[in-house]
């Protein structure tokens, strides 16, 4: 019967996409495979091992321990050394008869690219990916200052281009 039971609760546990650590103390007690992927490692070498090696950064442990139930972003340190960005998120809970600290892992990676992409479309145009209007304004602003502050003087030069519009609706952005 309570072999069932925990064969159970590793099923579900394993059928979650984000990573899951249950920790007793500082030390790992189990993973899911999502982490054991995620964290580059079998789910056997992820256990019986500190929390630190994962999660080399001790204000972030800290924050972490002292935080339960709130989203607290980390690295994660792989098997092989690199690190990817993630959130954490502390539950206490009882396991094995006792008090324990589950955590979930989400990678961030996907979600960092994102908003990067984002980022990168709120100052260039996103067919041609030149810098557009908003970038030219802020660095015409930040040269202007630069020349000011050096008591230079500045020249901007102005090209309309006639008719461009007919061009790309004639012949399509690519051409134009």
Not at 20 to 37: E, R
Not at 77 to 89: D, H, N, T, W, Y
Not at 91 to 119: F, S, T
Not at 156 to 166: G, Q, S, T
């Amino acid at each position: 019967r309570a072999d069932l039971e925990a064969d159970r609760m590793r099923g579900l546990a394993n059928a979650a996409v984000e990573g899951l650590i249950v920790c007793d103390g500082d030390f790992v007690a189990t993973v899911n495979n999502s982490f054991a992927v995620l964290a580059n490692v079998s789910s056997e070498d992820a256990t019986g091992v500190k929390l630190d090696s994962y999660f080399p950064d001790e204000v972030t442990r800290l924050k972490l321990l002292g935080r339960p139930n709130q989203p607290v972003e980390a690295q994660l340190r792989q098997a092989g050394g690199s690190e990817v960005p993630v959130e954490l998120i502390l539950r206490p809970i009882e396991y094995a008869g006792k008090q324990h600290h589950a955590i979930a892992v989400r990678d961030l990676r996907a979600r960092n690219k994102a908003e990067q992409h984002i980022r990168f479309l709120a100052h260039h145009d996103a067919l041609t990916g030149l810098p557009n209007r908003s970038s030219f304004s802020m660095k015409l602003d930040q040269e202007i200052e630069a020349a000011r502050h050096a008591g230079e003087r500045l020249a901007v030069l102005c090209l309309d281009l006639d008719r461009f519009k007919e061009v790309n609706d004639l012949f399509g952005h690519a051409a134009g």
